[in-house]
């Protein structure tokens, strides 16, 4: 079986299907290098998933073979997602799932975005 984040770009997985209009979202922002929406299964009450255009499998393929243009812009509109969601002041996470150990379920790179309330610290490994 496959491992999310590594390996060719699936055209099929959901992200793609979202970026070619075949499924719906709800979108917040969108410019020429990416696109902000809110996750579907929301884990935090501000919880909006920020996607690159281009064909990115994950953080890791993102960082080896994304352009500079791209990079800048994705990383600048998820900057302007959180200002816009008014989250510069009370403060925010970002957090990106990367293969097996990291617990990706979706082979388009993503950068979580949460916020609304407290977090809590870092991150809990599941109990045994
Ligand atoms: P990850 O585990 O980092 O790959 O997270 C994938 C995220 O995508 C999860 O938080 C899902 O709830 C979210 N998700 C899956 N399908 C959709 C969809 N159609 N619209 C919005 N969010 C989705």
Redesign the pocket.
Known sequence: MPV?GVGDYDDQN?FAK?LRGE?P?RRIYEDLHALA?????P?APL?V?VIPKGRYVSFADFAAKGGEDEIAGFVRAVGHVASQLGLDAPGYRLL??MGRDG????PHF?V?LFGGAMLGRMVSLPSA
């Open positions: 999310p959901v979202i499924i979202c929406f809110h996750d579907i299964a884990q919880h998933l990106s799932n617990g990706q379920e979706v993503h979580h």
